[in-house]
C-alpha cells in the first residue's frame, strides 16, 4: 500500500536520525560528531532538577487531561445526541482556526495584572490586582482551552455511534439514567476516550509555548527544556536524550490505548452477543 | 492530482519571480524598516524577501541543520564568531564595499573575532538595559539593584538570555560579562538566583508591550523595542536606562552565507546600508545611535542611548568549549539542574 | 425519536456544555473587542475604531502568509484524510506482519516533541537535497497531519460490524464498491473529524513548519508570531476577527452545500 511507503519514509527516518543523534557526542557548536557515547543520558539521568521538572510536567498534564475528560465527556455527550449536533460541532471548532498564539494572547488579555478578570474585579473594589498568570494554574488553564476539542471530538465520534437502545434495555433493566450512563455507555466509548487522552495527554507533556508566555520564572515544562537543550546550549545529543525519555513515556501512554482498545473490543462483542440473545429468548 | 497542482504552483512561483534580480534576507523582525528595502529594491531592481527570526539560536539551529537558500543574514557577534569558526560564511569582496570606511573604527576594533571585516559587516551596536514604568514606580536606584528590590515581587522580567542575564549579574558584580571564573560565575549564579524569587518570570518576547501596559513595572530588555511599541504618550512614562554599573553589549552584522546564490545583489545592499542617508534612516527608526559615522549627523531623532553613554558596556563574545559553565550554571537557575 | 426518551433532559451535561461554549469564547470574545479598541495595547477602552484593519489590508505580506497557510492546510489536510483513512483501516482489519509495524509508524508523531520533528525533517531534507519552501512545508504537515487522522478514523471504525461487509460482497460488490458505498457512508464522520483536526493542525502549525519553511515561503503562525514580538498586536486581532467571521461563514454555508451532497 502507498500509505506505507509514505509512512516509512517520513516517519522511520527522521525517527531513526533523533535516536541516533541522541547517542553521539555534541559537536562545540551543535550539530553532531562522533564517538557514540551514552554521556547525554548520563548526564540527565543523575540530575535532580530534571526528574523534578519531569514530575512537575507529568502532574500538569495528567490535570488537564482530566479536566479535559470532565468537560470534555459531558458536553460530547450533550452534541452527540442533539438534532443540531452538526452546528455545536462546528462551534467547537471555530475558535481554533485562530491562531495558537494569539489564543494564548487573548487569555493573557483576560488574566493579566490588568487585564479583564481584574478591571472587573476592581470596579467591585479589589485594591491590589490579583496574579493569575506565571503560576501552574495559569498554564493549566491554557492547556486545557488548547487542547479540549482534541478530547471533544474523538469522544463525540464515539458517542455518536453509540446504540442507544443498550441505556434502554439497562434501563428496562431497572436501571436509573445516570447508573445505564456510567455502566454501560461509559465503558463501550473507552475507545474514543483513550484516543482523545492521548491527544490531549501527550501535546500537553511536549507544550512549550505555554509555559514559555504563562508560566512563571519557575514553570518551565519539559518542551522548555528539550528546545532549550537544542537551541540555546548547543547541545543536541541532549535535547534527543531528552525526548528519548518523554517518548517512553508517550509510548507507554500510547501501548495502554492500544491495550485498552483490545479489552474493549473483545467486551463489545460479548455485550451484543447477549443482547441479541435477550432478544431472540 | 494534488501534486501536479503543487508542482505547478511552485513552479509558477519561480517563472513569477525571475527576471528581477533576488536577494532573500534573513534577519529579526522588523530590524529594517520597510522604506530601506523599497528604495533599494526600486533602485537596483532587485527583489528583496525578507525572512525573520526571533533569537540567535534558532537562526543557528536552522542554518546549522543545514537550510539553504539564504543569502544574509544579521547575527550577533558571538553567533558571528562561531559562524566564522564554523565555516558558515562566504568571504566578502571588500572591493565591492566602498561605503565601509563609514563604519566608526572603534566598533571595528571591537570586532575581535574578524578584524578586517573579511567576512561581517557591522549593521548595529547596541546595549540592553533596564526599563521602568513610572506610573507605577517613582523611586528607584538606576541599578541592577532594582532586582534585588523584595516591594517589586512580581512585577518584574528579566531577559530569557543567558548571556545577558549573567551580563547584568556579572557586571554588578564588577566582573567581565565573559569570564571564565568559576567562583565569579557562583557568585553571579547565586546573586540571580536571588533576582529570580523577585520576578514574575524569564521572558524575551513581551517584556516591550509588559511594561508599557503596566503589567510589568521593571523589565530587563531592549531599548528599540519598547520604543518602537510605545505611543508618544506612553513613552512619557517609560524610564530606559543603562545601569550605572555597566551593561552587555552587541554587534549585529550582515554576513553572507555559504550557498547564497544572490551574491553580487548581498554586496549591493550591505553597501547600500552602509550609506549615511539610509544609516541615518535606519536609525532614527530603531531610535540607537549610529555605528556609521557621517549618518550621525543627518539623524533627526534622538537615540535612546547615545554612544558616550555606552562606555560601560562589554562585547559579548563566544566563549567556545567554555560556554559549558556558563550552561550549567543555567540550567540550574532557569531548570533548577 | 426513542433516543429522545432515553437521554431525557441531559440537564447536568447541558450546564456543563454551556460552561465549556463560554470557556472556548472568552478569549475570542475579548480579541474580537479588542480589535475595535482605539488603544494599542491593555484592555482599557479608547474608543471605538477600524484603523487596525484599514493597517491590516495595508500589509500585503501577511495576506501572502495567509494564502500560503491555506494553501498548505487544505492541500496537506486531503492527503492526510486519505491516507490516514487507508491507514486506519488497514490497520483494523488486515492481520498481517505489516500490522504492528504500521501501528508504532503511525503513532509516532503523535509522542515526538514538535521542535524534534521540524529539526529531523529539515536534516532530512537537506540529506535528500530537497530545497526548502512550500513544498516541504506541504510534506511535513502531511507527516503529522496522518496520525491524527487515523486515531480519529480508528475511534469510528471500532463499532464497525464487519459482516455489513461480508453481506455486501456475498451479494457480488467489487472492492471499490464495498468501499464508497458501504465503508465510507458509516465511517464518514470519522473522517470528517479527521479532515477537520487535520485542518486546524496545519492552520496552527508553528514549530515544524520554522524548521522546514524556505526563503519566502511563510506561514500565517510564522507571520504572527514575528509580528507579536516586535509588530501591532491589534492588527493580528484583527485579522483573527475576520477569519472567525469567514469560518463561519464557509462553515455555515459549507453545512448547506453538505446536505445537498449527502
Known sequence: MPGVLWLTV???????????????????????????????????????????????????????????????????????????????????????????????????????????????????????????????GAVILVIVYMYLPYMILPLYSAIEKFDFRLIEAAMDLGAKRAQAIWKVLIPSIRGGIGAGVILVFIPALGSYAIPDLVGGADGAMLGN????QLTVARNWPSSSAISMIFLLISTLGLLVYLRINKVQNKRRVQVSEIYMKEEEG | MKRATIFLFLVLLAVLSLGKGNLILYG?????????????????????????????????????????????AMPSADYTSIMIKENMLLKIDRSKIDNLINIDPDIIEQ?????????????????????????????????????????????????????????????????????????????????ILEWKKNIAKFDNELFAKGVISGEFWVVHGYGENIFYEATEEELENIDFFIPREGSTMWIDSFVILKGARNIDNAHLFINYILRPEVSAKISDYLLLPSPNVPARELMEEEPVYTAQEMENTELIKDLGRDLRLYNDLWNEIRFGL | METKKVIGKRRFSMTITTIVFVFLYLPIFALVVLSFNSARQGVAWTGFTLKWYAEL?????????????????????????????????????????????????????LIIPDILMGVSMLVFFVAVGLPLGLFTIFLAHVTFCVSYVTVTVMTRLEDFDYSVVEAARDLGARSRQVFTKVV??????????????????????????????????????????????????????????????GTLFVSFFGSKFRKLIF
Not at chain 1, 452538526?86 to 488579555?109: E, K, Q, S
Not at chain 2, 528604495?39 to 539560536?57: A, L, R
Open chain 3, 57 to 109: 489590508f495595508r500589509q500585503s505580506d501577511i495576506w501572502a502568509a495567509f494564502l500560503n497557510t491555506i494553501i498548505i492546510a487544505v492541500t496537506s489536510s486531503v492527503v492526510a484524510t486519505a491516507i490516514g483513512t487507508f491507514a486506519a483501516l488497514a490497520l483494523y482489519w488486515y492481520q498481517s506482519r505489516l500490522k504492528s509495524y504500521l501501528g508504532i509508524l503511525v503513532y509516532t508523531p
Open chain 1, 10 to 136: 517520513f516517519f522511520l527516518i527522521p525517527y531513526i536520525i533523533i535516536i541516533i543523534y541522541s547517542f553521539l557526542t555534541s559537536g562545540i557548536y551543535g550539530g553532531v560528531e562522533l564517538p557514540f557515547t551514552l554521556e547525554a543520558y548520563s548526564k540527565m539521568l543523575v540530575n535532580a532538577g530534571y526528574w523534578q521538572i519531569l514530575w512537575r510536567t507529568v502532574w500538569i498534564s495528567i490535570i488537564a487531561t482530566s479536566i479535559c475528560v470532565g468537560l470534555g465527556l459531558p458536553a460530547a455527550y450533550f452534541i452527540a445526541t442533539s438534532k443540531h449536533r452538526n452546528i455545536f460541532l462546528t462551534l467547537v471548532i471555530i475558535p481554533f482556526w485562530t491562531n495558537f498564539l494569539v489564543r494564548i494572547f487573548g487569555w493573557m488579555v483576560i488574566l493579566g495584572r490588568n487585564g479583564l478578570i481584574n478591571s472587573f474585579l476592581q470596579l467591585l473594589g479589589l485594591k491590589e490586582p490579583l496574579s493569575f498568570m506565571y503560576t501552574p
Open chain 2, 28 to 72: 529579526w523582525s522588523d530590524y529594517i524598516p520597510e522604506e530601506v528595502i523599497e528604495n533599494f529594491s526600486k533602485e537596483y531592481d532587485v527583489k528583496v524577501t525578507y525572512d525573520t527570526y526571533d533569537s540567535n539560536e534558532t537562526m543557528f539551529a536552522k542554518l546549522k541543520a543545514g537550510a539553504r537558500g539564504y543569502d544574509l
Open chain 1, 225 to 228: 527544556l528539550i528546545a532549550r
Open chain 2, 111 to 191: 570586532m575581535y573575532y574578524d578584524p578586517n571585516n573579511e567576512y561581517s559587516i557591522p549593521y548595529m551596536v547596541g546595549t540592553t538595559g533596564i526599563a521602568v514604568n513610572t506610573l507605577y514606580l517613582q523611586d528607584y536606584p538606576k541599578s541592577w539593584e532594582i532586582f534585588q528590590m523584595p516591594e517589586l515581587r512580581g512585577k518584574m522580567t528579566l531577559l530569557d538570555d543567558m548571556r545577558e542575564v549573567f551580563g547584568a549579574a556579572l557586571k554588578y558584580l564588577g566582573y567581565s560579562v565573559n569570564t571564565t571564573d568559576e567562583a565569579q560565575l557562583k557568585e553571579a549564579k547565586n546573586l
Open chain 3, 184 to 245: 465510507a457512508p458509516i465511517i464518514m464522520p470519522g473522517i470528517m473529524a479527521g479532515f477537520l483536526l487535520s485542518l486546524t493542525l496545519s492552520i496552527d502549525d508553528f514549530v515544524i513548519t520554522f524548521f522546514v519553511a524556505g526563503p519566502g515561503s511563510t506561514t500565517l503562525p510564522l507571520k504572527i508570531f514575528s509580528m507579536i514580538k516586535f509588530g501591532v498586536s491589534p492588527v493580528i486581532n484583527a485579522l483573527s476577527t475576520l477569519l472567525l467571521i
